[in-house]
């Protein structure tokens, strides 16, 4: 299994960013899609998370300004940021968990997002 997470880069504080994060090497569409960040000295935390479903959640830092959305049919995920600022800097990871036993999770290796004030 492999998780390629792309649209990283360098943006200006208030600026648009689209992640995208494809997975290949089994299906996934009954598992949860995830939006994970860490920037230099925190923990990796979540940023947004989206069920099978399609029922998303989205931490307080970029709820109302951010959209994940999952394409199960081609086993890819998306995460939109607007209004960026400068506190969205960090590296940004993309995660498959399944829940359900047997359970597991997979990581994509990370794309970094630099906003500059």
């Known amino acids: 299994v492999q998780l390629q997470a792309s649209g990283g880069g360098l943006v200006q504080a208030g600026g648009s960013l689209t992640l995208s994060c494809a997975a290949s090497?089994?299906?996934?569409?009954?598992?949860?899609f995830g939006w994970y960040r860490q920037a230099p000295g925190k923990q990796r935390e979540l940023v947004a998370r989206i069920s099978s479903g399609g029922t998303p959640n989205y931490a307080d830092s970029v709820k109302g300004r951010s959209t994940i959305s999952r394409d199960n049919a081609k086993n890819t995920m998306s995460l939109q940021i607007n209004a960026l600022r400068p506190e969205d800097t960090a590296v940004y990871y993309c995660?498959?968990?399944?829940?359900?036993?047997?359970?597991?999770?997979?990581w994509g290796q990370g794309t970094q997002v630099t906003v500059s004030s």
């Open positions: 090497g089994s299906t996934f569409s009954g598992d949860y």
């Open positions: 995660r498959i968990r399944r829940t359900m036993s047997p359970t597991y999770e997979y």
